[in-house]
C-alpha cells in the first residue's frame, strides 16, 4: 500500500529554517517522481519541487531557488525539502506527491507558519 507521510512543519520566526520530511511506503522513491506542493488557503496547490530516480538535477521553482532544496535518502526512502531564509508569504501547507502505477498519491500534509 502506497502511503506518504510528511513531517517537520512547525512555527518559525522569519529568516528561519526547517526541514520538511515524506517518508514513503509501498514504493520506492529512487524509481518514480517525487513532488512537493504548497497551499495557501483559498488558493490552488502549487508545485515547488521535483526530484527524480534519474535525474541528477532536482528542480525547485526559480522564485524559491537559493532558499528551498529538495533531497532523497534512498537508504530510508524518504524525501526532503529544506527550506532557509523562510518569509512570512511561505506560510502554507506543504504536500508531497508521486505517482505510482498511474495513481496520484499525496500525503496528509504538514502546515509551515512563519511569523514574527
Known amino acids: 500500500q502506497v502511503q506518504l507521510v510528511e513531517s517537520g512543519g512547525g512555527l518559525v520566526q522569519p529568516g528561519g529554517s526547517l526541514r520538511l520530511s515524506c517518508a514513503a511506503s509501498?514504493?520506492?522513491?529512487?524509481?518514480?517522481?517525487m513532488m512537493w506542493y504548497r497551499q495557501v488557503p483559498g488558493k490552488d496547490r502549487e508545485l515547488i519541487a521535483t526530484?527524480?530516480?534519474?535525474?541528477?538535477?532536482?528542480n525547485i521553482i526559480d522564485s524559491l531557488k537559493g532558499r528551498f532544496a529538495i533531497s532523497r535518502d534512498d537508504a530510508k526512502n524518504t524525501v526532503y525539502l529544506q527550506m532557509n531564509s523562510l518569509k512570512l508569504e511561505d506560510t502554507a501547507r506543504y504536500y508531497c506527491?508521486?505517482?505510482?502505477?498511474?495513481?496520484?498519491?499525496w500525503g496528509q500534509g504538514t502546515q509551515v507558519t512563519v511569523s514574527s
Open positions: 509501498g514504493f520506492t522513491v529512487s524509481s518514480t517522481l
Open positions: 526530484i527524480a530516480g534519474s535525474d541528477p538535477f532536482p
Open positions: 506527491k508521486t505517482f505510482v502505477r498511474y495513481v496520484d498519491y
